[in-house]
């Protein structure tokens, strides 16, 4: 079962919060960034939740998600949150996030990312995004993945794992 992300302005209950921040300005290095380059990702991860603090505006990301164990299979998931920090964004690239098996490369769940419109390359756009729940049918190894037209930017990876009892051992 396949559970699709709706873009931010079809869905109001699915929130974007953007965090910009300008990077510093370091020297020149020979090497310019062209108008076509995807976005730089430098985080994604999949949270239990996301603590944003208001006096000094930082993030505390609870339960970083690196495997799953669950009772038994098909099992529904989620309540997660999804911490993305992008830069270097030119133009309006494409920029999709989703879970997919990594056995098969099946979208578990997926949507694209709305990037500001008016974007500054040297700026840092951190992303905290809610996940709805989600069915996993399989156990095994899945990647949450930030792609750019397709292209992979970052990706970690998330075993499901099925797990049993003392007691269904015995049985």
């Known amino acids: 079962m396949t559970c699709v992300w709706l873009h931010a302005a079809q869905d109001p209950e699915i929130l974007l919060n953007f965090h910009s921040t300008m990077a510093k300005k370091r020297p020149s290095r020979g090497r310019q960034v062209a108008p076509n380059d995807p976005p730089t990702c430098n985080c994604a991860l999949l949270c239990d939740d996301v603590i944003e603090s208001r006096g000094r505006g930082k993030h505390t990301l609870v339960g970083i998600i690196g495997v799953i164990h669950v009772r038994q299979l098909p099992a529904r998931l989620g309540g997660y949150v999804a911490y993305v920090r992008l830069s270097n964004i030119i133009g309006s ?22 990037l500001p419109s008016r974007n500054d390359p040297l700026g840092v756009y951190t992303l905290i995004i809610p996940v709805p729940a989600f069915q996993i049918e399989r156990p095994g190894r899945y990647m949450f993945s930030v792609k750019s037209d397709g292209v992979p930017l970052a990706e970690s990876p998330i075993m499901i794992q099925a797990v049993t009892t003392e007691k269904e051992e015995e049985q």
């Open 93 to 114: 690239p494409k920029v999709r996030i989703g879970l997919d098996e990594a056995a098969t490369n099946e979208e578990i769940f997926g949507g694209n990312v709305p």
